[in-house]
């Protein structure tokens, strides 16, 4: 069944901190909340959503459990309505790992809330004081096993490209999101915004901002952890809106609008490589067949990655097969005449 979110953005209500990175007004592109108005958008985002679709109101932005009490209940509340009427399913929403204790996991268990998102961010302690994030990865671990023992569905979202981080320390949170159990996650390359204490770090020449090639490369890494482990990912970078790409908003980073088609290129590209050396085709003239579904991602923006895998490794695609019947990529040798032409490509 088609699943779709109706986000309400709730921008930085009831937050003291300051993570280096956050511009929560430029995220949610939104310069005041009234919660009066919640009513009103989810009933008119119900009206674009197909009937036999399954729709969840998500509270995202800011970070829901630490905003007033009074104002989460009656968000709740205004939720609940509409799981009770049987218009949505249920709720998801997301926070920080050190705004949950069991107190609130039981508040929130008396409503239709299903998922969690936890913005962890990194499970690296340095890179998390470089961003000022005000938490611990002792205290997202907690979370994370919290959320989970409540009963409910955990998403990990995390950030490459942070003040400090490796790709190495990436990696291991992409392993540590897997190892608590989420049952999905986000993976978020760093965008600077400006007036944020990042913007004022690049402009100063202490941080360098990612391009969209590295953060491509980078992000990649930490999907094939979650790929191999079975967790899915449900979003590579921020959202399109208009605003957030406009100029007035971004400083630099990698925020571009295909950002997560470019990570899934440079994921598979490294699929595919490593294929052909275990194949021992590397630097031959190759067949590629590959998912239908899957085609333009591992054919890359422009067919960008059959250039690339010539330039790298001396291996020339003569042919591109998308093939209906698998989820499997697989190669053979241009002499290998064998294959159904589905689909051919080039
Ligand atoms: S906790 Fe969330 S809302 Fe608050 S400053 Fe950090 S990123 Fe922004």
Redesign the pocket.
């Known amino acids: 069944m088609q699943h779709c979110n109706i986000p309400i953005f709730i921008p930085?209500m009831g937050?003291p901190?300051?993570?280096v990175?956050?511009n929560?007004r430029s995220i949610s592109g939104r310069k005041s909340f009234d919660v009066r108005t919640v009513r009103e958008e989810i009933e008119r985002a119900l009206q674009t959503i197909p009937a036999e679709a399954e729709a969840e109101i998500a509270f995202f932005?800011?970070?829901f459990t630490?905003i007033d009490r009074d104002l989460m209940i009656s968000l709740l509340r205004t939720a609940q309505d509409f799981v009770d009427a049987g218009r949505v399913s249920s709720i998801r929403l997301s926070t920080?790992p050190d705004y949950l204790s069991e107190e609130i996991l039981g508040l929130l268990s008396r409503y239709s809330v299903r998922h969690i998102e936890l913005?962890l961010q990194s499970m690296s302690d340095r890179v998390l004081a470089a961003c000022r994030?005000?938490h611990t990865a002792k205290q997202a671990r907690w979370a994370c096993r919290a959320v989970k023992a409540a009963g409910f569905s955990l998403v990990g979202q995390m950030m490459i490209g942070l003040p400090e981080s490796t790709p190495e320390e990436e990696e291991a949170t992409a392993r540590e999101i897997c190892a608590l159990g989420a049952d999905a996650a986000r993976i978020y390359p760093t965008v600077v915004f400006y007036d944020t204490p990042l913007c004022a770090l690049a402009q100063a020449g202490d941080y360098t901002p990612l391009s969209c090639e590295e953060a491509a490369k980078r992000s990649a890494r930490a999907l094939r952890i979650l790929c191999e482990r079975g967790v899915p990912c449900i979003r590579i970078g921020l959202c399109a809106s208009e605003e957030l790409v406009s100029t007035e908003t971004v400083y630099a980073g990698p925020n571009h609008p295909a950002l997560g088609e470019l990570v899934w290129n440079a994921y598979y590209f490294d699929e595919v490589r490593t294929l052909l050396a275990r194949e021992k085709l590397l630097g031959r003239r190759v067949i590629l067949s590959v998912p239908e579904k899957a085609y333009s991602k591992v054919i890359g923006q422009h067919r960008a990655n059959l250039s690339r895998w010539y330039a790298e490794t001396g291996t020339e695609i003569c042919r591109v097969i998308a093939d209906k019947k698998t989820n499997e990529i697989r190669v053979f040798p241009e002499e290998y005449r064998n294959l159904k032409e589905e689909q051919p490509c080039i």
């Open positions: 930085h937050c901190n300051q993570c990175f956050c929560q932005g800011g970070s630490g920080r913005g994030r005000g």
